[in-house]
């Protein structure tokens, strides 16, 4: 790459940073980030009182609670606030009269795209896994993680954590790209915005148009290892199975495997899987016993 | 000569149905050149054309010999000091220059050199460390300017750059501006204050509803106006015989005592021939004749006459 755009990108980089983080434009962004913070801090905060609920104990259950708690990060918080910041990057300048500044600058225009981009990139990835890691371990030592020495080095809570953080990332990017793209060509974003909304927040009930479709979901976690007998491992299907952990056995997701929660399937856990044409997947749709009464998985094909 | 002028092909733009600038053909040489014309004659849309923030409908820009389609080539030569009055929020105006001169691709040390350079010239050194939202209109103007010549441009493109300055600070402008042209760069200025245009110009180009209506030196301008005779203020200690005696003069249309009744205004077709005979015609009187001036060969009056005459008759 030539050493002149390297260097702009990072002089716009420079500029963009700070506009992002610390300028007024940052606000709605940092309230975004905080809305799973304040979440989590009051799940902890009444279950310390209350005690923690039935539905929310042992592995299976936190790992439902992990799903939905992940989900509402990756709908609300990184989807409204990539929106917030992607799109301003061209038209909240075009608003304060100063994108001038920068068409007056010898840059190519390709250049500056990919400068504003790689910044308000790192700006929404900086705020949003700085969250979701302190959501998840705030959760997960709440939860019992830290007694099974889940997050030491290679343990479960580690790649569970890592899987979180990669996901976020991967949606920073891609909704990012989405929102870059419509905050340049659209004067007015915010409806287009609502409408990817609506129909991101509606995928789930309607399986056939999202045949050959690619989302960016979050992993399903399932905190602290059961303990069980070894774990197969299905390369085919992206996926990992506990098999061996007799009744308390569950189905437990890897980075290759994406899963998704959805609030109105009344709790029940489907996992879509990345290859979803793999007859290994088929295997997953017997529900061992413990799991059926709150959480069966199945796929779609 | 192409290559060292900023030059207009038969440029046009349109605005949808909105005529900006129409079939404008102009060589721009270096010095101080004034863009003058009332609201809505295409002073700004010129200006965007040359910076390449507006595409041309018809025709072709060349800076230096450079198209404003290669930003990458061009901004490396002009800078644009914009008639909008905002600026990125939070920045203080020596962070506001240094940003934009690392985006130009300037390492630390130089964007800091050339930074406080800029700031020093535009002089604003004390408050270069304030936030540029605290700065009065004058102190904003300022900044600006010193982000447009921040980089060393070849040339500079100034839209109003003298509104809300006081006076003392309008003079060290166009000391700068003249500082400028002296070393051999081009500085494009629009401006509504005539007799500041009239001061410091090189060369004026005057535009009215999208059309270039007259460019050049303004006295070789005013001297194209056949329809306006030149009109000379004569101050002296005989005003009745020096009329009679000028009257006699074919070049002469027109001669009018002063009211005080010391001095007399002429109007004359032919300003050389009338000179020439002016001469003779005090050294065989005896006239003691104290000043001659051209009392409408100025900007202003060259505006009125091809410009508010215009909209008078229109």
């Known amino acids: ?301 | 000569m192409g290559d060292t002028n900023i030059v207009f092909d038969n440029v046009s733009k349109f605005y949808g149905e909105v005529l900006g600038v129409n079939r404008v053909h102009l060589s721009i040489p270096p010095g101080i050149t004034s863009l003058v014309g009332p609201n809505g004659s295409g002073k700004t849309t010129l200006m965007n054309l040359m910076t390449g923030l507006l595409q041309p409908s018809q025709g072709s820009v060349r800076i230096l010999g450079i198209s404003p389609g290669e930003p990458e080539r061009l901004f490396r030569h002009v800078g644009y000091c914009t008639q909008y009055d905002s600026f990125p929020r939070g920045f203080s105006g020596r962070h506001f220059i240094y940003a934009y001169l690392r985006v130009h691709g300037i390492g630390h040390a130089e964007a800091n050199r050339r930074t406080d350079l800029a700031i020093e010239r535009v002089t604003l050194s004390d408050a270069a460390h304030r936030r540029v939202a605290g700065y009065s209109k004058g102190m904003r103007q300022r900044i600006k300017l010193a982000q447009a010549i921040a980089h060393e441009p070849d040339v500079l493109v100034l839209d109003e750059p003298l509104n809300g300055l006081d006076p003392m600070a309008r003079a060290e402008m166009i000391d700068l501006f003249r500082d400028l042209a002296e070393r051999g760069q081009h500085v494009v200025i629009s401006s509504h204050i005539l007799h500041e245009v009239d001061l410091i110009s090189d060369q004026v180009i005057l535009l009215n509803e999208g059309y270039v209506v007259a460019e050049g030196d303004i006295r070789g301008v005013r001297s194209e106006m056949e329809k306006h005779p030149l009109q000379v203020l004569i101050r002296c200690d005989k005003p009745a015989l020096l009329a009679s005696r000028v009257f006699e003069q074919d070049s002469v249309v027109e001669v009018k005592i002063h009211d005080d009744r010391q001095g007399l205004l002429v109007s004359t077709r032919d300003a050389d021939k009338f000179f020439l005979a002016l001469n003779q015609v005090v050294l065989d009187n005896g006239v003691k004749v104290t000043e001659v001036t051209p009392a409408d060969a100025d900007v202003h009056a060259v505006y009125q006459y091809l410009i508010g005459y215009e909209k008078e008759t229109a």
């Open chain 1, 1 to 301: 790459m030539n050493p002149l755009w390297l260097s702009q990108v990072r002089g716009i980089l420079r500029l963009e940073l700070r506009k992002n983080l610390f300028s007024m434009r940052a606000m709605p962004l940092y309230l975004l980030a905080s809305t799973p913070l304040l979440a989590a801090a009051l799940f902890i905060m009444v279950s310390s009182f209350s005690g923690i609920p039935e539905d929310v104990r042992g592995p299976v259950g936190a790992s439902t609670f992990f799903a939905y708690f992940f989900q509402f990060v990756l709908n609300f918080p990184v989807y409204f606030g990539c929106a917030w910041i992607f799109m301003n990057l061209f038209r909240g300048e075009v608003l304060d009269r100063s994108l001038h500044y920068y068409f007056l600058a010898p840059v190519r225009r390709d250049v500056l795209v990919a400068g504003k981009y790689v910044s308000a990139l790192v700006s929404t990835a900086i705020v949003f896994i700085g969250t979701t890691a302190t959501c998840f371990l705030s959760l997960y030592s709440f939860l019992g993680g830290w007694g099974n020495g889940g997050l030491a080095i290679g343990g479960q809570g580690v790649t569970q954590l890592v899987t979180y953080l990669f996901v976020v990332g991967l949606a920073c990017l891609g909704y990012g790209a989405v929102f870059l793209a419509v905050g340049l060509f659209l004067r007015n974003p915010v409806v287009p915005a609502l409408i990817l909304f609506l129909w991101e927040g509606a995928n789930p009930l309607l399986p056939g148009l999202q045949e050959g479709q690619h989302h960016v979901l979050p992993a399903v976690a399932l905190p602290g290892s059961t303990g069980g007998g070894p774990a197969g491992v299905d390369r085919g299907a992206g996926l990992r199975m506990d098999r061996g952990a007799g009744p308390g056995g569950v189905h437990r997701a890897d980075p290759g495997a994406v899963g998704y929660a959805h609030p109105t399937d009344g709790g029940r856990l489907r996992l879509r899987l990345s290859a979803r044409r793999s007859p290994c997947v088929s295997r997953l749709s017997r529900p061992s016993p413990p799991v059926s009464r709150r959480c069966r998985c199945q796929t779609t094909s």
